[in-house]
């Protein structure tokens, strides 16, 4: 299988995509996929999306949620969400001269990505396998707890049932592996920073690379080579 640089929720933070896609480069990975949030929150949104059209694998970026608001509504946002949406939504926008600029391209693009793809037993979504752009799947969970109301045991087990072996996600910034056979956490300071794949149905989180919200300021992305 080929090496594959795996980022995800960049939220328009270029000083961040730049210093991941510089030590990607000397990784010497073969492909990058984006599991999504290319915008949203920072100020970059047009240098993040040309970025990621440029130096992403065709057809292996996903839509996030805060890449679906920038283009429609940002529903169910809170305030600083959604007022960065709709900021993001303005400077993004294609119009009378997007044709010359780029931005119409750009816009087509953005609006144009899937919500999910998979690749033989791997899957890869934004957030959840059940919710493609919206669910948190958090290390609570495997606790059994919850901040919204949802039973977690549910959670886990209808998200894992849509699982054939791997599933990659982003969404949460928290970066980390919930495996199947016993739903537990495992946090990058016990991995090691490596996990090797195995029998057991995994949900791996790749963290975030422009907003990382788990205590550890660095940008965080992964590295898949079909066997750790």
Known sequence: MRRIALISDIHSNMAALNAVLKDIHEQHVDAIYCLGDVVGYGPQPVDAMAT????????????????????YEPIGFNAEARQAAIWTNKMIKSGPLGFL?????????????PSSFAEGDVLYVHASPRNHMEEYILEEHT?????????????????????????????????????????NWHGLPALNYRWTIDERKTIINVGSVGQPRDGDPRSCYVIFDGES
């Open 52 to 71: 990621v059209l440029d130096v992403c694998d065709q057809g292996r970026v996903i839509c996030g949620n805060h890449d679906h608001a920038s283009i």
């Open 101 to 113: 600029t780029g931005r119409h391209k750009r816009w087509k693009w953005l609006k144009s990505l």
């Open 143 to 183: 606790q059994g707890r919850s901040y919204l109301g949802e039973d977690p045991q549910q959670l886990l087990d209808e998200n894992f049932a849509l699982v054939d072996h791997t599933c990659f996600v982003g969404h949460t910034h928290r970066p980390g592996v919930v495996t199947g056979d016993d739903y």
